[in-house]
């Protein structure tokens, strides 16, 4: 018997297969869970069908997370396809590009609406969505990092966003614990994905963190997938409000190495 069997499980923000979304759904799959996916923009599609297609899941919606009826519609269509479910994945962040450069300063109330509307509240939208079809208790979790509690350069609005998205999985999982429903968040590691290609200066800091985390290595999306595995899996029964770091360590250091001067 496997661990997630007879459990079924809708995960949000899947691009292509280097997204982090992806990574849990593979891996969920392998421990028995039925998948779904949902993601943001129509020309994700035609990547996405064939991933679906690779493990056996059928449901795959587009859902723009900044609109009430999509995210009404698409949990409809889930209930219909699926009846109950066991776990959500929330894998969503995004920000103006013009955001994620420069000073936090500069931020516009524009832009940072955006960051809070699409990377925060749509963990509260979607947990209410999917409450009631979580009758017998459930898992929801989400994906943050470690820019949310200190400054990491360029991460500005982002980071603010983060530090929402990780303050409402403290709130929702007290609302929702009575149900036996948990709510985590997974703080990752810099992983080269869809959303950070395009940041200047990524490769840098992948080096960065490379070098100095405790583990002298990155992580990888397949890692933050075992790990949603576990929160996935009654292994984890009593965790929850909880952010859980998957970033080979980096999170626990305060001061970088010595410098050779100190030895
Ligand atoms: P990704 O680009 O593969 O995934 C981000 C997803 O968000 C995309 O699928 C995109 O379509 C979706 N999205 C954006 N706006 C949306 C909207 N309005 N409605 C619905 N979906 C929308 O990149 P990823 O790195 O896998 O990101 C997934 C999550 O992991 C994000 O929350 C990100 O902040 C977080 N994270 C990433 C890293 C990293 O270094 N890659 C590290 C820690 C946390
Ligand atoms: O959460 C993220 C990135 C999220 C993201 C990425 C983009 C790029 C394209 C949100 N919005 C957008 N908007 C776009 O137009 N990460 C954790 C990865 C990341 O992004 C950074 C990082 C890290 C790490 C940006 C600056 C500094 C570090």
Known sequence: MKLLEGKKALIFGIANKRSIAWGIGENLHAHGAEVGFSYGIPQLERRVM??????GADFVEKCDVSSDEEVAEVFAKAKERFGEIDILVHSIGYALRE???GRFVDTSREGFRIAMDISAYSLVSLAKAAAPLMPNGGSIMSMTYYGSEKVVPHYNVMGVAKAALEASTRYLAADLGPQNIRVNAISAGPIKTLAAAGIAGFRKMLHYSEERAPLRRNVDADEVGRTAVWLSSDLSSGVTGEVIYVDAGFNI??????????E
Do not use: N, R, T
């Open 50 to 55: 064939p991933l679906a297609e690779s493990i």
């Open 99 to 101: 955001d994620l450069a």
């Open 253 to 262: 250091l305060g001061m970088p190495e010595p410098p050779e001067a100190w």
